[in-house]
């Protein structure tokens, strides 16, 4: 009974290194999302998929990239770290009943 | 878009109720949505109201929509140390109902 899995749980990069962010659900659900958590902001939308092939921009999209190539993962890249995306990244899956949820979250450290 | 507001801090003493306020700006919201999170830890779902709903409750949690005034709130009955976390409330919007907007979160300290 996984649920929603990320990986890894802490990183640490240097400005300009690239990374991905793994997350993957075992529910069968259609629609992923990649959310950014900083102190005092709540959680922001930074991409979404509706199914396998069908990605979106949320509300923070810039220096990140997504793919969805199966319906159960939905990686976020990083393709040239910087200190503005030190942060907490949470995954989520939604299916029936309108239920999210989310995984145990990325924390990430660039310097 | 939408935008979710609510207070950043409560303080209640051990055995009284909490209440957490919440109001948002989307009338078309069709879910509205209580988060819990501990220090550290990810997102637990509380709880969640269909926008035709005016009341849902579970427990020790009641949850109230004002739909005419954008307004929803969380009641917690006989508040337990336990509690002290941040809440988080979420209205979805976007076509489908998909994407959910947050608030800045609600820290809930429970003094003994």
Same mark, same amino acid.
């Given at each position: 009974?996984?649920?929603?899995?990320?990986?890894?749980?802490?990183?640490?990069?240097?400005?300009?290194?690239?990374?991905?962010?793994?997350?993957?659900?075992?529910?069968?659900?259609?629609?992923?999302?990649?959310?950014?958590?900083?102190?005092?902001?709540?959680?922001?939308?930074?991409?979404?998929?509706?199914?396998?092939?069908?990605?979106?921009?949320?509300?923070?999209?810039?220096?990140?990239?997504?793919?969805?190539?199966?319906?159960?993962?939905?990686?976020?890249?990083?393709?040239?770290?910087?200190?503005?995306?030190?942060?907490?990244?949470?995954?989520?899956?939604?299916?029936?009943?309108?239920?999210?949820?989310?995984?145990?979250?990325?924390?990430?450290?660039?310097? | 878009?939408?935008?979710?507001?609510?207070?950043?801090?409560?303080?209640?003493?051990?055995?009284?109720?909490?209440?957490?306020?919440?109001?948002? /700006?989307?009338?078309?919201?069709?879910?509205? =949505?209580?988060?819990?999170?501990?220090? #550290? &830890? @990810?997102?637990?779902? %509380? !709880?969640?109201?269909?926008?035709?709903?005016?009341?849902?409750?579970?427990?020790?949690?009641?949850?109230?929509?004002?739909?005419?005034?954008?307004?929803?709130?969380?009641?917690?009955?006989? /508040?337990?140390?336990?509690?002290?976390?941040? =809440?988080?409330?979420?209205?979805?919007? #976007? &076509? @489908?109902?998909?994407? %959910? !907007?947050?608030?800045?979160?609600?820290?809930?300290?429970?003094?003994?």
């Amino acid at each position: 009974n996984a649920g929603v899995t990320q990986t890894p749980k802490f990183q640490v990069l240097k400005t300009g290194q690239s990374m991905t962010l793994q997350c993957a659900q075992d529910m069968n659900h259609e629609y992923m999302s990649w959310y950014r958590q900083d102190p005092g902001m709540g959680l922001r939308l930074i991409h979404y998929s509706v199914g396998a092939g069908i990605t979106d921009q949320g509300e923070v999209p810039n220096g990140y990239n997504v793919s969805r190539s199966t319906t159960e993962d939905f990686p976020l890249r990083l393709l040239s770290a910087a200190p503005s995306q030190t942060s907490v990244y949470f995954c989520a899956s939604r299916g029936e009943g309108s239920i999210q949820y989310f995984g145990a979250g990325t924390r990430l450290s660039v310097l | 878009g939408e935008d979710v507001e609510q207070s950043l801090f409560l303080s209640v003493r051990e055995g009284d109720s909490s209440v957490i306020n919440c109001t948002y /700006t989307d009338s078309s919201s069709t879910y509205l =949505y209580w988060y819990k999170q501990e220090p #550290g &830890a @990810g997102l637990q779902l %509380l !709880t969640y109201i269909f926008s035709n709903m005016d009341m849902k409750q579970d427990q020790r949690l009641t949850v109230l929509l004002n739909k005419k005034d954008k307004h929803l709130s969380l009641r917690i009955a006989d /508040t337990q140390t336990g509690d002290s976390a941040i =809440y988080f409330c979420a209205a979805s919007s #976007g &076509a @489908g109902s998909y994407q %959910l !907007t947050f608030g800045k979160g609600t820290k809930l300290s429970v003094i003994p």
